[in-house]
């Protein structure tokens, strides 16, 4: 159990740190460039495992037109709007809207499943945290537009990722596939997307820098997605889905940590947003416990959240 809680610590910390890694490679290279490297790393542990587990079989690639949208959606899509965003914000800024997931899961499963039922607790809990939104944009500051840019490719992934877990739910759970099939099937489509859309062009000025390339090839590819998906599969198997959700709770407080060590300036309105957008996640978590069974409740939230 303790080894559980070990990991549950250790996947919201890596989610937490991938913001400062987006912000060094966007320094040097593009968002596009640094996704590649990204999926590429993070691609590449998954498909030995996948290999060695023997969980990949040719009866899939009937499915290839599912795998083929999750990996818009949860990975090509997904990944681009956040490194976007977080090329034109702080990563403390961009780390904490990436607490909205949750909201915007809960927001698309009820316009497009209309499973949950919104309660006035719920309805309160999205409204805290678009109030938190709103904050973080701080429309105060001469930036403006630049700073409203990241916001909105901030929710953009953010949105995306939302739409993977319905589309995931309706069409790709039925099936029954093992996750660690799933995450190989997207993460080698979506690399596979981003090798036609890559501009390569100056990629190399990564390699210029020690501390950003580390951060995109370790940070971003083999932790960050490759480690990210094997840590959250094994708290899945040993705490269960509602659980291994805590982990969206840590890295929004992670990244906001790593901003103020790296210099960034953590001010009390990112403080209140952070504030505001985690009281409202946990108050549509906690909304929804009341409508639905928790085994229902398990079930689907491991459903919603298996391609982050």
């Known amino acids: 159990m303790l080894r559980a809680y070990a990991a549950l610590a250790a996947l919201g910390i890596i989610w937490g740190s991938?913001?400062?890694?987006?912000?060094?490679?966007?320094?040097?290279?593009?968002?596009?460039?640094?996704?590649?490297?990204?999926?590429?790393?993070g691609f590449l542990p998954l498909a030995l495992v996948a290999w060695w587990a023997k969980v990949?079989?040719?009866?899939?690639?009937?499915?290839l037109p599912y795998f083929a949208v999750m990996s818009v959606l949860a990975t090509t899509f997904y990944y681009y709007g956040f490194v976007a965003g977080t090329a034109r914000l702080p990563s403390s800024i961009a780390g904490l809207l990436?607490?909205?997931?949750?909201i915007f899961t809960f927001i698309c499963a009820f316009l497009f499943l209309r499973?949950?039922?919104?309660?006035?607790?719920?309805?309160t809990?999205?409204?805290?945290?678009?109030?938190?939104?709103?904050?973080?944009?701080?429309?105060?500051?001469?930036?403006?537009?630049?700073?409203?840019?990241?916001?909105?490719?901030?929710?953009?992934g953010t949105l995306s990722l939302g739409v993977s877990f319905v589309y995931a739910q309706r069409f790709l759970s039925p099936l029954k596939l093992p996750p660690?099939?799933?995450?190989?099937?997207q993460t080698g489509l979506a690399l596979l997307t981003l090798l036609?859309?890559?501009?390569?062009?100056?990629?190399?000025?990564?390699?210029?820098?020690s501390r950003a390339l580390l951060g995109a090839v370790v940070g971003l590819g083999m932790l960050g997605t490759g480690g990210a998906f094997f840590c959250y599969y094994f708290i899945i198997e040993k705490l269960g889905s509602v659980q291994a959700s805590g982990a969206t709770y840590i890295a929004p407080v992670v990244a906001v940590i790593i901003g103020a060590v790296v210099g960034e300036e953590i001010t009390g309105a990112v403080i209140l947003a952070l504030a505001l957008i985690l009281v409202g996640v946990v108050l549509?978590?906690?909304?929804?416990?009341?409508?639905?069974?928790p085994s229902r409740f398990g079930d689907r939230l491991k459903n919603r959240l298996s391609s982050r």
């Open 125 to 156: 809990g999205v409204a805290l945290g678009f109030i938190g939104i709103a904050l973080s944009a701080r429309p105060w500051e001469g930036s403006y537009g630049v700073v409203l840019a990241g916001v909105f490719w901030m929710l953009a």
């Open 18 to 41: 991938n913001f400062i890694f987006m912000k060094w490679a966007t320094a040097l290279i593009s968002p596009t460039q640094t996704v590649f490297l990204r999926v590429l790393f």
């Open 56 to 63: 990949l079989t040719r009866d899939q690639l009937r499915h």
């Open 196 to 209: 036609i859309l890559t501009d390569f062009d100056g990629m190399a000025a990564i390699t210029t820098e």
């Open 180 to 185: 660690l099939a799933l995450a190989t099937w």
């Open 98 to 102: 990436s607490g909205s997931i949750p």
């Open 115 to 123: 499973q949950d039922r919104p309660t006035a607790q719920m309805a």
């Open 284 to 293: 549509i978590q906690t909304g929804r416990k009341r409508s639905i069974t």
